[in-house]
């Protein structure tokens, strides 16, 4: 069965603060590893995907590492308007390659 | 482009009445999804539609839990005879093919209060 913890639950930083939030995972063959970014009363916004271990990627201040046990968003000098909640998924080879199995998320907030 | 559209986006009803959700799809996609996001739960996978394949209804949590998808496009998530658990947002989303990883795109969701 696969399976997603993300930490810390929840990271509160101060402007301009950089960080990390971490995504473990166990899953039987990835298919594909994905962040969202969900922000109070609305549905989760994709930020990236990631499919093989060393790849990066990146978008304004958010980039996304993967390796074969994990995934981290790092957030470089984060604003308010990053605040929000950070959603990791997998997509495993095993019987249903098509369900996500998402972790519980890190709630982030950025203080000015 | 138009992305997943969710209607209602909030329902309240009454425990025991029947219930419909709807989703529109991004227009191309021939994969939809419906998840389940509880208060303190992640979210759950409740089923899956690609073309005119069976559906994998594996996630719905009782045969209270239905859904159809019409013309490869529109679809509607129905609960009967609700429960108080059953509150939780809805959410829809669609990719291009579905499986292999392609990326899913989510709706805004409906939040539905059983009382």
């Known amino acids: 069965e696969d399976q997603v913890t993300q930490s810390p639950e929840a990271l509160r930083l101060q402007e301009g603060e950089s960080s990390s939030l971490n995504c473990s995972y166990t899953?039987?063959?990835?298919?594909?590893l994905f962040w969202y970014r969900q922000d109070p009363g609305k549905g989760p916004e994709f930020l990236f995907t990631?499919?093989?271990a060393g790849e990066e990627k990146e978008k304004e201040r958010l980039k996304a590492t993967l390796t074969k046990k994990e995934s981290f968003l790092h957030i470089t000098a984060p604003k308010p308007e990053d605040s929000a909640t950070y959603l990791c998924?997998?997509?495993?080879?095993?019987?249903?390659?098509?369900?996500?199995?998402f972790g519980k998320g890190t709630l982030l907030t950025v203080n000015p | 482009g138009a992305g997943v559209s969710q209607s209602p986006s909030n329902k309240v009803t009454e425990k025991g009445k029947d219930v419909e959700l709807r989703c529109d799809p991004i227009?191309?996609?021939?994969?939809l999804y419906w998840y389940r996001q509880s208060l303190g739960q992640g979210l759950e996978f409740l089923i899956y539609?690609?073309?005119?394949?069976?559906?994998?209804k594996s996630g719905l949590p009782s045969d209270r839990f239905s859904a159809e998808r019409t013309g490869g496009s529109v679809s509607t998530l129905t609960i009967q005879r609700t429960q108080q658990e059953d509150s939780a947002v809805y959410l829809c989303?669609?990719?291009?093919?579905?499986?292999?990883?392609?990326?899913?795109?989510f709706g805004p969701g409906t939040r539905l209060t059983v009382l």
């Open positions: 989303a669609s990719s291009l093919v579905g499986g292999r990883g392609d990326t899913q795109y």
């Open positions: 899953v039987s063959g990835l298919r594909g």
């Open positions: 990631l499919y093989s």
């Open positions: 998924a997998v997509v495993g080879s095993g019987g249903s390659n098509y369900k996500l199995t």
């Open positions: 227009s191309g996609h021939t994969a």
């Open positions: 539609f690609q073309g005119n394949s069976a559906p994998d």
